[in-house]
């Protein structure tokens, strides 16, 4: 059964696999996933994106993101969807950002699944009250499904995935901590910078601040003083770059305070044979196993301690569990079967 599937992205972020966003990662992978199966794969996103499939593009939204822009960005996104659904026949509609609500499709024929890649607390009540029959919501972790509001109709969690054979490089270890994320207080990449500090290890951040006055104001405030010869910046960094680092580093520091539904990027680590220190965040429990993969700590104190016990835990052991639990094909093998199964009810 050859599907047409319509991927609606964030309209505020790129979708490609060099992009920071999670949930713009794990889109560029369905997508993939879809043409190299033969489906056809339309996606509505940011201009600049790169994908697989058909790329329906809207502007690239101006900074900053304020009211105006983001009203500006919901209407063009809108008017791209529904012109999408008018011109061809789609079986499933797949909705990726935060405020899918706003360009939410009106009630039809198609199916329409939301992904909820962040935590639930963050999106409307509304959203889980929705009664209505084409719309359904899926999670990323069996952390976040239980944080859901009681009632909510969820289909079973599918658990984020990366590209564990795409993220073998022959680079030898080298001492600094690596940490990566985007730029912006819930994140709290200061914490990894001060655990460097603490533990005499160099720490180099990567990562994106968006056009948003909080982010920015978060690296004036809280990044800038922190960095010096040890302690660096380095921006965005596309997928080899990143693949580069992950493999060398000694570790990988996540400082995280939002309650994360899931981390691509601790996944990315593992696959890289680099264990994970971590706050105890979300779901980063079900992702990083304590004193095997890596650490679970609460400050930045535990953090450089657990720095100087990494060497105690084995890159092949990291891998393995990589390629076991974490693969990009087993979670687009779950999307293509819930598509085939919405597509096939709705008929």
Not at 45 to 73: E, N, Y
Not at 225 to 237: I, K, N, S, T, W
Request: include cysteine; charge should be positive.
């Amino acid at each position: 059964m050859s599907l047409t599937v319509l991927s609606v992205a964030y309209p505020f972020a790129p979708v490609s696999r060099d992009t920071p966003g999670g949930a713009e990662q794990v889109l560029a992978q369905i997508d993939a996933a879809l043409v190299r199966a033969g489906h056809r794969s339309l996606v509505v996103a940011s201009a600049g994106s790169r994908v697989a499939g058909t790329l329906v593009p809207i502007a690239a939204p101006a900074a900053p993101f304020d009211d105006a822009q983001r009203q500006r960005t919901w209407d063009a996104q809108r008017r791209a969807i529904a012109q999408v659904l008018a011109s061809e026949r789609v079986d499933v509609v797949h909705l990726h950002g935060i405020d899918f609500a706003h360009y939410l499709p009106p009630p039809g024929a198609v199916p329409l699944l939301v992904t909820l890649h962040l935590p639930p607390s963050w999106y409307p009540p509304e959203v889980f009250a929705s009664q209505r029959a084409d719309l359904h919501l899926q999670c990323v972790s069996r952390t976040q499904q239980r944080a859901c509001p009681a009632g909510a109709r969820l289909l079973p969690a599918i658990a984020n995935g990366v590209p564990v054979q795409d993220l073998q490089a022959r680079v030898r270890k080298r001492n600094f901590a690596l940490a990566l994320g985007r730029i912006c207080p819930e994140k709290n990449l200061h914490a990894a910078l001060d655990a460097g500090h603490i533990a005499g290890v160099s720490v180099l951040l990567g990562g994106q601040v968006f056009p948003y006055d909080a982010h920015e104001r978060y690296f004036r405030d809280q990044i800038v003083p922190r960095l010096d010869a040890r302690r660096r910046f380095l921006g965005p960094l596309d997928f080899r770059r990143k693949r580069l680092l992950l493999t060398a580093a000694r570790c990988l520091l996540l400082p995280t305070l939002a309650p994360e539904t899931s981390s691509l990027v601790a996944m990315e680590a593992l696959a890289c044979g680099t264990p994970v220190v971590a706050f105890a965040a979300g779901a980063l429990p079900e992702i990083v196993q304590h004193g095997e993969t890596g650490f679970l700590v609460h400050d930045a104190g535990g953090m450089a301690d657990a720095i100087a016990r990494c060497d105690r835990i084995a890159p092949d052991h990291c891998r393995a569990v990589a390629r076991e639990r974490f693969s990009s094909e087993r979670m687009t093998r779950e999307y293509l079967h819930v598509y085939r199964q919405l597509a096939a009810a709705a008929a």
